[in-house]
């Protein structure tokens, strides 16, 4: 499936940070949908992992929202989700072949909305 090219441009042009990091975020969040309940040979979670990585590059991800004007730092975490929804979306339909990554980003940002709101308010906190 070929994404609509508007929305890469208008990510990567308006957005670079944003758009940088969304690139992370959505590998991330399409390993944690894909390692969830899984260990290695050694017995280490992969899941663990995968979730630690898209933490990292959740908090990435909102830095980098800031830096491109997305957001503030004075902006409700609720309201930061929202922006981050939004991107999300142009993202996908730049990039829509990433479906486990959409499906987890539905079932954290909507499913588990509170719980969402909560870790991204604790990442904001974190320097």
């Known amino acids: 499936m070929a994404g609509i090219r508007l929305f890469e441009e208008q990510l990567r042009l308006m957005t670079p940070h944003t758009y940088n990091a969304l690139t992370k975020l959505v590998t991330t969040m399409a390993d944690v949908r894909k ?21 990292h590059a959740l908090k990435v991800t909102m830095q980098a929202m800031v830096l491109d004007g997305v957001i503030r730092e004075s902006t409700s975490t609720e309201d930061v989700a929202k922006e981050l929804e939004n991107k999300l979306e142009k993202f996908a339909m730049a990039f829509p072949n990433w479906q486990d990554a959409y499906g987890f980003a539905a079932f954290f940002l909507h499913d588990q909305r509170e719980d969402a709101i909560a870790t991204m308010h604790r990442l904001r906190s974190i320097p």
């Open 35 to 55: 390692n969830s309940g899984k260990k290695t040979l050694f017995g280490k979670d992969k899941g663990q992992e995968s979730y630690s990585k898209f933490l």
